[in-house]
């Protein structure tokens, strides 16, 4: 759902791109969250091929909500490691993902 708010409008195929797995992995996550009513496809004006994605009310309500919650946890964690340290586990979380994305397949 973060993924479709940061990217309203996105197409299937981008946001797979972005997340990093298949478009048919994605269909069926995006099938789930429209089944439950926290997002919407809709048809492109400019290419009625295309379904962009975009998050329904309840699922902006539900993400917020969601992001709280996760703030809240990870409170201990970012008063214990302080600015600094967060930001490198941040940066060395990320090359963690970059190494992941590149040795697939």
């Known amino acids: 759902m973060a993924l479709?708010?940061?990217n309203p409008g996105s197409s299937q195929a981008a946001l797979a791109t972005r997340a990093?797995?298949?478009g048919p992995?994605?269909?069926g996550i995006i099938?789930?969250?429209e089944r439950r009513g926290?997002?919407?496809?809709?048809?492109s004006a400019?290419?009625?091929r295309r379904n962009m994605l975009v998050?329904?009310?309840?699922?902006?309500?539900t993400m917020h909500r969601l992001f709280a919650e996760v703030t809240e946890i990870e409170a201990p964690i970012r008063d214990a490691l302080g600015p600094k340290d967060m930001a490198q586990l941040a940066h060395l979380l990320e090359?963690?993902?970059t190494a992941l994305a590149e040795n697939k397949g």
């Open 31 to 33: 099938d789930e969250l």
């Open 38 to 43: 926290l997002v919407t496809r809709e048809r």
């Open 55 to 61: 998050l329904s009310p309840t699922g902006e309500e």
């Open 20 to 22: 990093g797995i298949t």
């Open 46 to 48: 400019e290419d009625r």
């Open 95 to 97: 090359r963690a993902l």
């Open 25 to 27: 992995s994605l269909v």
């Open 4 to 6: 479709v708010d940061a």
